[in-house]
T-cell receptor, first 114, second 111 residues
Framework: SQTIHQWPATLVQPVGSPLSLECTVE??????LYWYRQAAGRGLQLLFY??????ISSEVPQNLSASRPQDRQFILSSKKLLLSDSGFYLC?????????????FGNGTRLTVT | DAKTTQPTSMDCAEGRAANLPCNHS???????VYWYRQIHSQGPQYIIH???NNETNEMASLIITEDRKSSTLILPHATLRDTAVYYC????????????FGDGTTLTVKP
């Protein structure tokens, strides 16, 4: 069966420090991968998605970047964190049409920028 | 993408059916209705999806009106563990991952 791993679960970082959040998927090949962010008490905002290695699409301009160095690995990064980068970051995967294509989420990373 | 409208919050008695409505009056012919739920501090969990026919799985039933402008998610026998935020999403199936999640409905199941 497929599983998705995100780490760390919680993170406290000072303003101006770098960020690297990692997500890996097991049990499937060539998944679509996504990074979402959720503000407290609100819905999810899509940040990035990827349909293959090295292919990244950004949905909103921001202080963050994403990379996909391997088929089942997705990384969210920042060179210098801002206070506004605080939030709950969720990685998800799906497969393309021709199969059941809902999103499957990890358990998220709660980032606090101080 | 079609926009969805959901009530902000709902209560349900434990053991009773929970009926969560969603309006999507601008839905187009190739857009599916997806439902997810998010238990506090966890990632959202996929529940069910459908195009125009009613659907049922081990978690819930999805009833879509004939004009497809609204739908209802039914949890037949709600338990305390069903307390969560429920999101209704409308999206073309091929782009199911690129989904916009609004604020959803907070369902509270009470003993």
């Amino acid at each position: 069966s497929q599983t998705i791993h995100q780490w760390p679960a919680t993170l406290v970082q000072p303003v101006g420090s770098p960020l690297s959040l990692e997500c890996t998927v097991e049990g499937t090949s060539n998944p679509n991968l996504y990074w979402y962010r959720q503000a407290a008490g609100r819905g999810l905002q899509l940040l990035f998605y990827s349909v293959g290695i090295g292919q990244i699409s950004s949905e909103v301009p921001q202080n963050l970047s994403a990379s996909r160095p391997q088929d089942r690995q997705f990384i969210l990064s920042s060179k210098k964190l801002l206070l506004s980068d605080s939030g709950f970051y969720l990685c998800a995967w799906s497969v393309l049409s021709g199969a059941n294509s809902p999103l499957h989420f990890g358990n998220g990373t709660r980032l606090t920028v101080t | 993408d079609a926009k969805t409208t959901q009530p902000t919050s709902m209560d349900c008695a434990e053991g009773r059916a929970a009926n969560l409505p969603c309006n999507h009056s601008t839905i187009s012919g190739n857009e599916y209705v997806y439902w997810y739920r998010q238990i506090h501090s966890q990632g959202p969990q996929y529940i069910i999806h459908g195009l125009k026919n009613n659907e049922t799985n081990e978690m819930a039933s999805l009833i879509i009106t004939e004009d497809r402008k609204s739908s209802t998610l039914i949890l037949p026998h709600a338990t305390l563990r069903d307390t969560a935020v429920y999101y209704c999403i409308v999206r073309v199936r091929q782009e199911a991952g690129k989904s916009t999640f609004g604020d959803g409905t907070t369902l509270t199941v009470k003993p």
